[in-house]
């Protein structure tokens, strides 16, 4: 009964005086609310573990080059060291593909893998119908597959006897031996998974990193016991095959840290973000409760003077405090949300794709209700009892200078915080602004899809030129089409494609040289909006008979002929010696933000001297949409009926894949910016609020004496903006010193710039300033008659 009390009182206090409860609220939101996003992501990249059984005993094993890092595992050394580790106790190979399948009607594009044996043993998961693969699967032609839940409903309809059943993929009849579980996840979000039964050219190929390697370590082995065993192991492959394998090593690294990849420093640098969040918004909270309980000093006297003991008192204030909590624990569900959707488009691996599936669950709404009663019993207890008891006093006392000063350092540190955060967003916003501005220097107005030659029924580079070839004459010839091309690989959208190559009269290694590469028709450069800086782009004369021609992009003319003319030198790629004669230099499609050094060298190739099994079709409609993709669709199907295309999409959008993260991570960095500015400000006007609440008998002589409002208004002002500027003086001092953590988060932008972090303590110090007049102007009003009565 007490309790129902207690809630009515409460809600007639937010009824009359709902301003410091609402602020309150919303601290409590921001701080509940990024602070359980953060933990949600946080938990299901690190924490949380992956969806096998004794998933810390998965190992990805990756191949380590002094110069060109870390790479997957060549066939012929992967077929060496599974035959010879003994620390492993499953080993299996796997290899992305792209398939056209179908059951009945029109082929889709689905995303598979190819495995060796033990791929399913190495995850120890079992289909949910069928069976895996076993080892006669491995002899022969290897015809079965085992497909995705998804896969199974979409295609059978969730027929139980879709076992055995046949299914088309790349035009071949395979036989369905299994579906696995709908929860079951693995590297490259892969639908479908068929036998790699490796040529005999694969299982000898030494040059080339072919194959992503997994493992199950054995009971009681770490790995670094793996690690150790496979060192001894390339060492033996480096004396035995020294042409290929001098300088190379492997590493076997827990699953969770290469799916995590570079990720891992960016999201101890938030989680202790969040710390600070949470730290700062526990000081404001406690801040404004200070200001704000001691003007209600006379309704805390008149309810002990009718009988109401201290902690009946305390314990009031606590339930509305707890009642203000539970609103912004409400909002702060919404912001956790948010801000999970938002980190999900960080949350992809630099390495391997795999969905890590943040989301807001019981044991996040658990954390987020602990940081709840921890903010509580840290914020609003000691206040509370400071101020009741204080109540009991016939003279208001001015706080202590201990407590003054402990208040200030708390603000100090606050505006320090939050200018070093500005200044990250500042900077990023100003990067991020150049980069659209950039991406939107050449709009097409066509769309691409995707296309992926099954390379069973399409092995030689004939057939390969041979269908697009006939596929770009067809559309050039449909009224629907106003322009048709074609590329493997559209700058900036993907950063894949990599290749080695040698320079003509240079001794340079070639683990040292290399770029991007991608074949492309003579009308791609026009589709694509890529500028002719020097030379001639690919046309009509680079035909398979004629000696093979090359454009380049400038960063690359700049990265390897800085003090010459590239054009007219000759290259040519590993593993295909046939000379390459640059005769164009290409404006560069930017990445400003990319980590990858190659993002922007560019190697163009004509698709009809260099073919590709998969290129996207580039077509710009000469009306409608519609017409045009359907006009696509009926010219593949007329070349080759088993043949899928991928979705359509704006040409535009597929360059602009890559500012999916730099977009997400712009909008995080700005999220903690305008958090922190927004604790920081509510801290000052707390400050402000209670230096006035605590000295209004002070003010009140000094006007009674002749001092005018403007006068008070002056001194709080001045010293709240006193306390702002030690703050700033920090901040610039630290400045440099976390330019270097930011940068993992920002994606090299530097928070030292003088300009930036100029304006942003003028803007900050403006911002403060309005925060603190507010409360000054009302101290500046208070009546010395009105408070000789009131005491």
């Not at 405090?321 to 488009?345: D, E």
């Not at 079709?617 to 696509?632: N, R």
Request: net charge positive.
């Amino acid at each position: 009964m007490d309790l129902l009390t207690d809630l009515r009182f409460a809600l007639r206090v937010v009824s009359r005086r709902p301003g410091v409860p609402a602020l309150v609220a919303s601290l409590f939101a921001v701080s509940l609310g990024l602070a359980s996003g953060m933990w949600a992501v946080i938990d299901a990249v690190a924490i949380r573990p992956l969806p096998y059984p004794d998933a810390q005993q998965l190992v990805a094993v990756m191949e380590v080059h002094p110069v060109r890092g870390r790479m997957s595992v060549t066939p012929a050394n992967f077929l060496d060291w599974t035959q010879q580790v003994s620390t492993l106790q499953a080993t299996a190979g796997f290899g992305g593909i792209e398939a056209s399948v179908f059951t009945t009607g029109d082929p889709v594009r689905l995303l598979g893998t190819k495995v060796t044996p033990g791929f399913f043993d190495v995850f120890r998961v079992a289909p949910e119908k069928g069976r895996e693969f076993h080892a006669d699967d491995f002899r022969g032609d290897g015809r079965v597959v085992v497909i995705s839940h998804q896969v199974w409903r979409r295609q059978f309809g969730g027929d139980p006897n879709a076992i055995g059943a046949p299914l088309h993929v790349d035009g071949t009849a395979y036989t369905v031996v299994g579906v696995m579980p709908r929860d079951f996840k693995t590297i490259g979000n892969s639908e479908l998974w068929v036998p790699w039964i490796m040529s005999p050219e694969e299982r000898t190929e030494r040059r080339f990193h072919l194959v992503g390697a997994l493992a199950r370590l054995r009971p009681a082995t770490t790995p670094s016991d793996a690690d150790r065993e496979l060192r001894v192991i390339y060492d033996r492959l480096q004396r035995d095959h020294p042409d290929t394998t001098a300088d190379w090593s492997a590493r076997a690294m827990p699953l969770r840290d290469l799916l995590l990849g570079d990720a891992r420093r960016a999201l101890a640098i938030l989680a202790a973000a969040i710390v600070v969040l949470i730290i700062v918004a526990s000081i404001n909270v406690a801040g404004l409760l200070i200001a704000w309980l001691p003007t209600r000093r006379q309704e805390f006297v008149v309810r002990m003077a009718i009988g109401a003991s201290a902690s009946r008192v305390v314990r009031q204030l606590l339930i509305e405090t707890l009642l203000w909590a539970a609103a912004g624990m409400a909002g702060g569900i919404g912001v956790a949300v948010s801000f999970v959707q938002l980190f999900a488009a960080v949350g992809t691996s630099p390495v391997l794709e795999y969905d890590f599936d943040p989301r807001i669950d019981v044991r996040v709404i658990a954390t987020m209700t602990l940081l709840l009663v921890v903010i509580i019993a840290a914020a609003a207890l000691v206040p509370c009892i400071v101020s009741v008891r204080r109540s009991t006093d016939l003279v208001p006392r001015r706080a202590r200078a201990a407590g003054v000063l402990g208040h200030r350092a708390a603000i100090v540190v606050q505006v320090a915080l939050s200018v070093v955060l500005l200044c990250a967003t500042a900077e990023l916003l100003i990067d991020f602004d150049s980069v659209l501005r950039i991406a939107g220097q050449s709009r097409t107005a066509g769309f691409g899809a995707e296309i992926s030659l099954p390379v069973s029924r399409y092995a030689d580079d004939s057939s390969q030129r041979q269908f697009f070839d006939r596929l770009l004459s067809a559309l050039d010839a449909r009224r629907e089409v106003r322009s048709a091309a074609a590329a493997t690989y559209i700058p900036p959208a993907r950063i894949y494609g990599n290749v080695r190559f040698a320079i003509e009269g240079r001794s340079t290694p070639t683990d040292a040289l290399t770029t991007l590469a991608t074949g492309v028709s003579a009308n791609a450069f026009k589709l694509l909006g890529i500028r002719l800086l020097r030379g001639r782009l690919i046309d009509s004369r680079d035909h398979p008979d004629a000696p093979r021609a090359g454009v380049i992009s400038r960063a690359l003319a700049h990265r390897y002929w800085p003090d010459d003319d590239p054009i007219g030198h000759r290259l040519s790629l590993v593993g295909d010696p046939a000379p390459i004669t640059i005769v164009g230099i290409v404006d560069d499609v930017r990445q400003p933000l990319s980590s990858d050094p190659r993002a922007e060298s560019v190697l163009y190739l004509s698709y009809r001297q260099v073919p590709y099994y998969f290129m996207t079709v580039l077509i710009v409609p000469a009306g409608e949409l519609g017409p045009a993709l359907a006009a696509v669709r009926q010219e593949v199907r007329r070349i080759d009926p088993t043949q899928a295309i991928g979705v359509a999409r704006a040409i535009d959008e597929i360059r602009g894949e890559w500012l999916e993260q730099p977009r997400a991570r712009t909008g995080i960095v700005t999220l903690f910016g305008i958090s922190t500015l927004l604790l920081a400000l509510v801290g000052l006007y707390a400050r402000v609020a209670y230096a006035a609440a605590s000295r209004t008998r002070e003010f009140a002589i000094r006007q009674a004496l002749g001092a005018t409002p403007a006068y008070v208004v002056r001194i709080l002002t001045g010293e709240a903006l006193a306390v702002v500027a030690g703050g700033v003086a920090i901040a610039g001092a630290l400045l440099p010193a976390t330019s270097a953590s930011i940068h993992s988060i920002v994606g090299g932008t530097s928070t030292s710039d003088l300009a930036v972090a100029a304006s942003i303590a003028v803007l900050f110090s403006a911002a403060a300033f309005a925060s603190a007049y507010w409360p000054a102007r009302r101290a500046g009003r208070v009546s010395p008659a009105e408070l000789l009565r009131s005491e």
